[in-house]
């Protein structure tokens, strides 16, 4: 039987990833693929937690006049309803799984406790994070490297439209060229939008790798758990 080399991880979904082709909401189908090798990985035996962004509902303020905070907390309303589709579709797969939310929302969902979600792990449920961190100015990103920090999962997977990381855009440079291994600091000091400056700079501090790589093959989130050498490692140097 194959062995995975992490135990438990931090996965990063964008908003995006859930809305494939349509662009916008959520497409079940897409949905479904992404969960089908969480399942597997959750078959496994690793502890897996999930943050997710809101992108494919709401994209930061709608005017330059409308209030940062409340477009932060619009956004957050939107990480919570990306949350509670995952979860329907895990338990379709048969995956056990809970959601909590950095604000409180009872009826729907368990609000954030720290032991009580390292417990949900414990016992192989999958945990998705809703509502980013539950303060304004901060991204999922840094949500996802809090949650992380907090729950002491071993690496965080983020999930994204490109294999890795570049020096530049390889969507509009083809010359691009991809880096297999990062240290935080050249993250940090080149600007290389691995995920923001917080987010990094938390990963930095408390030693915890990123690995990038492309979710348009959803089943990259397993190899990556059976250490396959796929995306970008960021790591200390």
């Not at 016992?123 to 729950?151: H, M, Q, W």
């Not at 991809?178 to 938390?202: C, E, R």
Request: glycine residues 10%.
């Amino acid at each position: 039987m194959v062995k995975p080399v992490y135990k438990k991880i931090m996965l990063k979904l964008s908003g995006e990833s859930l809305a494939g082709g349509r662009g916008t909401g959520i497409d079940a189908a897409t949905v479904a693929k992404i969960c089908e090798p969480i399942r597997e990985c959750a078959r496994l035996g690793v502890q897996i937690g999930i943050v997710v962004g809101g992108g494919n509902f709401w994209r930061g303020r709608t005017s330059e006049n409308m209030d940062r905070t409340r477009a932060d907390h619009i956004g957050m309303l939107a990480t919570a309803m990306n949350a509670l589709a995952l979860t329907d579709a895990l338990e379709g797969l048969g995956v056990d799984a809970r959601v909590q939310t950095a604000i409180e929302m009872n009826s729907i969902a368990e609000p954030y406790i720290r032991g009580r979600a390292i417990r949900h792990l414990e016992k192989g449920r999958v945990v998705i994070f809703g509502c980013g961190t539950g303060n304004p100015y901060f991204s999922t990103d840094t949500a996802a490297a809090l949650r992380a920090a907090e729950i002491e999962a071993e690496v965080i997977f983020k999930a994204t439209n490109v294999d890795g990381v570049y020096d530049c855009d390889p969507r509009k440079n083809p010359n691009a060229v991809k880096y297999d291994t990062l240290s935080y600091s050249a993250v940090l000091s080149d600007n290389l939008q691995v995920m923001d400056a917080a987010a990094a700079s938390l990963c930095r501090d408390n030693s915890i790798p990123i690995l990038v790589f492309n979710l348009n093959e959803p089943e990259n989130i397993l190899r990556a758990v059976l250490g396959e050498r796929i995306g970008t490692l960021v790591q200390e140097s």
